[in-house]
């Protein structure tokens, strides 16, 4: 539904379904009352014109703390759903699949310390997104999480990272113990190391 511009959610409802809200390109806005104990995949998914998103404060199960435009499940950490001006607080220790899915004004991302994992598709279709840099405690990243980024020019894991590197600044994440490169982008080099170019490494990456 790419021409709804806005959308109000009333206490009534308990619980949001798989892929609600996906596509609706024009929707700026979206406020999670106290009601809404449920938010299914990819709920806000490529809704490129998101700016604001904000979950009620007496909500038992999601909040948007630090007033950070993103929808985090309380109990577990995880971000679930983030938008074009979204921060990820230090508290976040994990980005859930698809929360970023076809967020294509999203243009800067700090990804903090307190992160360990990114699902998959998180980044997917982030087409304004420049640079990346995955901190030392990500130790888990889904299938596809930069696929369809075709803006990227640099990217760049944290030297004490255990588990990627991006070794001889190649511009791009490899899983070190297997010599795979997991993810790349347009300015991307592939070192010697490398042994193997893993699934959707270079996805719709048209520049």
Known sequence: CSSLTSITIPNSVTSLGEWCFYGCS??????????????????F????????????????VYDSREDCNAIIHTSTNELIAGCKNSQIPNSVTSLGDYCFYGCSSLTSITIPNSVTSLGEWCFYGCSSLTAITIPNSVTSLGTGCFADCSSLERMVVDAANPVYDSREDCNAIIHTSTNELIAGCK????????????????YGCSS
């Open 45 to 60: 998914a490529d809704c490129s014109s998101l700016e604001r998103m904000v979950v009620d404060a007496a909500n038992p």
């Open 26 to 43: 024009s929707l700026t806005a979206i406020t999670i009352p106290n009601s809404v104990t449920s938010l299914g995949t990819g709920c």
């Open 187 to 202: 300015n991307s080099q592939i070192p010697n190391s490398v042994t193997s170019l893993g699934d959707y490494c270079f």
